[in-house]
């Protein structure tokens, strides 16, 4: 059986942070390795996400323990993210990212037996390769960059292949989603900045931003863009959610929507289950066919989950319910990672 890898990008947020652990391997074959794209895989509320890497339930610490290997967790990749919590921008936004991502590497550096830093596809493949663990990093908050284009460029230099555009409010590149009543969208820096992430090959993230930004992401990207964590409007109506409209545009983007996990994107009533995760799965295939779908899930930023998913290790509940629902195996490992590499590859 071909390696099967967990893919978990991240997005950073802002809630809680929630624990990693020994997630158990679907058995079944993909061509690509890499399933599963896991949202703000590294938040919490004061040091955001890379701060897991040192808790004691982490997934780093496990697999330094040497838990890992028993407990099936290899062939992981996933997309730490460095969250700007608002407390800190503007005038510390930068500083603030700096802080996580020298902690991220000083962490790679003590577990450079089980992890690697990967700035591309053929990276992830090399850390697959050596049954290590593959990271990309992100950023979610472009108020990082406090609006100079020099500083995206030093943040691909340390290794940054995908920004989150906006968190919730509004920054220099365009207004978040929580900013609707001002209906505005990319600045006339947030333009170049696209542009210029298009042309270093950095993946654009348009979740948690405004709807007139998401229009002028989509007109303004040459490149296919994500939605790392974002469900179907028409199945759950909370507005970090997708329109029909905006699914279309992905697709015709070519670009990626990843499923969150949270109960309030998940259902109206806030309670959901793994049906409740299919739904919007199945909407969102109707509407844009099986390459446009990945897996944020969203642990690390939720305080609550779908019931008998309490968090990564429960993950094959979804692609169960996926294969009672028909999905095949080609098109489950597609949702669980084909599609999100597919980005990196050609990114
Ligand atoms: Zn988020």
Redesign the pocket.
């Known amino acids: 059986m071909k390696k099967i890898v967990l893919m978990l990008i991240a ?3 802002l809630l809680s942070a929630c624990e990693i652990s020994k997630p158990h391997l679907p058995s079944w074959d993909v061509d690509l390795t890499v399933p599963l794209i896991n ?2 895989y590294f938040v919490s509320d004061l040091a955001d996400s890379i701060n897991l890497f040192v808790g004691e339930d982490n997934v780093l610490t496990l697999i330094g323990t040497g838990e890992a290997e028993s407990q099936e967790f290899g062939d992981v990749s996933f997309n730490p993210a460095a969250f700007i919590d608002p407390i800190y921008s503007p005038a510390n936004a930068m500083k603030r990212a700096m802080q996580i991502i020298d902690k991220f590497y000083s962490e790679l550096e003590t577990y450079k037996d089980d992890i690697m830093l990967c700035c591309n596809y053929s990276d992830i493949e090399n850390a697959v390769s050596q049954g290590k663990i593959a990271a990309m990093l992100s950023i ?1 908050g472009g108020e990082a960059l406090q609006g100079d284009l020099g500083a995206l460029r030093n943040f691909y230099r340390l290794g940054v292949r995908s920004i ?1 555009l906006t ?1 919730n409010y509004r920054n220099e590149i365009a207004d978040g989603v929580k900013d609707e009543e001002s209906g505005g969208g990319l600045t006339p820096f947030g333009r170049k900045l696209i542009k210029e992430m298009n042309s270093l090959g950095m993946l654009v993230d348009v ?2 931003i405004s709807q007139k930004g998401f229009w002028d992401v989509i007109e303004t990207s040459s490149k296919p863009i994500i939605v790392s ?1 974002s469900n179907a409007r028409k199945i759950c109506s909370h507005p970090r959610n997708l329109y029909d409209d905006q699914i279309l545009a992905v697709v015709k983007n070519g670009g990626v929507i990843g499923i969150n996990f949270y109960p309030d994107f998940l259902s109206d009533d806030g309670k959901a289950t793994v049906k409740d995760i299919t739904k919007h799965i199945e909407h969102i295939v109707s509407i844009a066919g099986p390459d446009h779908i990945g897996i944020g899930a ?1 642990f690390d ?1 939720i305080e609550k989950t779908p019931d008998g998913i309490d968090g990564i290790e429960n993950i094959d509940t979804v692609f169960e319910e996926l294969a009672k629902l028909n999905y095949s195996d080609e098109v489950i490992g597609k949702f669980a990672s084909g599609n999100f590499l597919r980005l990196i590859k050609n990114t």
Do not use: F, T, V
């Open positions: 997005a950073l947020l949202e703000h979610e989150c968190w979740s948690h964590h969203d930023g």
